[in-house]
């Protein structure tokens, strides 16, 4: 009782601190005022570029869609990010789907398993051909919520503390890897821990994590992670990541059809823009931080590689069996690959 009464109180206040919060902003003359919630903190390479998918809904709709930005810790936390957009408390979201595997644990398939491609190509194919758009749009439309323009961001690596030297020295390590990531670590003897990307600085710096990976090296950068731990293994745990945009479906409704293609278009271009960006970003995150003293571990033995390999094999299975919308994922990924 006492539980359901705080929650309550909590998602009140929240609400009445967005509410005041976007009575704040220029409401203007606009039809639909919408907020956007990311994972990122304002001033981060990837906050911006979601500015600008605000700036350019805005644009696009020539004023009658107004979107204010909601950043890491303002308001909605990284854990609560799928909830908000559901519930409409906030308009539209950049989840991390890691975050939300208990809720929809289809977006874990869809971000990308261990072992998938990292062929930004055959993502497009994936998504756009082969029929993961429509399996996505019934798995999140079941939520509630409706599925945009996805986008794909680099390769996920491990920063640690200590080095790693073989894949042994990940025994017993406590590291912030959230959804797949932590399975996949866990099979190599780590522990895994799920912390928003705002914690990871703080507890590496403090000892309650041993490691963290990023979405992205852009993350780690963004994140002065490396003056906290400074060694990077060489293999990556996924080759890409793939992130939906997605909205509430009741405000989705609200627009008349001309402003939901508005929405679509902009989600497309934000796709390609965070696709360009981020090749770009990674090089330049990667030469700045060994410019700061990252170190990279020695180059992976066959053993370490056959093992790494053997750690992602068994996931494919195990999310198959979660739910309708992850077995359709997997086999449609599974015939692409058996077609190569």
């Known amino acids: 009782m006492f539980k359901n009464i705080k929650k309550k109180f909590t998602t009140s206040a929240l609400a009445v601190t967005l509410g005041l919060s976007a009575v704040a902003t220029d409401l203007s003359a606009a039809e639909h005022n919408w907020r956007f919630s990311n994972l990122y903190a304002r001033g981060t390479a990837f906050g911006a570029v979601y500015e600008s998918l605000a700036k350019d ?22 854990a609560g990010l799928l909830g908000a957009v559901k519930s409409g408390l906030v308009t539209m979201g950049a989840p991390f789907q890691s975050m939300h595997a208990g809720e929809l644990p289809a977006g874990i398939v869809e971000i990308g398993l261990p072992g998938g491609t990292d062929d930004p190509a055959e993502l497009q194919a994936l998504f756009h051909d082969k029929g993961w758009d429509k399996v996505l749009t019934k798995a999140y439309g079941s939520q509630g919520l409706v599925w945009l323009e996805p986008y794909i961001q680099p390769p996920v ?22 959804g797949a990531y ?32 990023g979405s992205n090296m852009i993350d780690h950068r963004d994140g002065n992670h490396v003056e906290v731990a400074k060694y990077m293994y060489k293999l990556p745990l996924a080759g890409a990541q793939v992130l939906p945009i997605i909205v ?14 508005v929405v679509r278009k902009a989600t497309e271009r934000h796709a390609a823009e965070q ?13 700045e931080m060994e410019a700061k003293g990252l170190l990279w571990s020695p180059e992976p033995s066959e053993a370490d590689r056959a093992a790494w390999k053997e750690a992602g094999a068994g996931l494919w299975e195990e999310y ?3 739910d309708k919308f992850s077995k359709q994922l ?7 690959q058996a077609s190569k």
Request: no cysteine; net charge neutral; glycine share 8%.
């Open 57 to 78: 809904i805005e644009t696009s709709s020539e004023g009658r869609i107004k979107v204010q930005v909601l950043y890491s810790g303002e308001g909605v936390g990284a």
């Open 157 to 178: 690596y491990v920063l640690t503390k200590k080095p790693i030297n073989s894949i042994a020295d990940f025994e017993g390590l406590k590291i912030r890897a959230p």
């Open 182 to 213: 932590g399975k996949f670590l866990r099979h190599l003897g780590a522990s895994p821990v799920s912390l928003a990307w705002s914690e990871i600085y703080t507890s590496l710096a403090t000892g309650v994590i041993d490691g963290s990976i």
């Open 248 to 261: 509430n479906r009741s405000a989705w409704k609200k627009l008349p059809e001309d402003l939901q293609v």
């Open 275 to 287: 696709l360009r960006l981020s090749r770009q970003w990674e090089s330049e995150a990667v030469a």
């Open 320 to 322: 198959a069996s979660q």
């Open 330 to 336: 997997i086999d449609i990924l599974r015939d692409s």
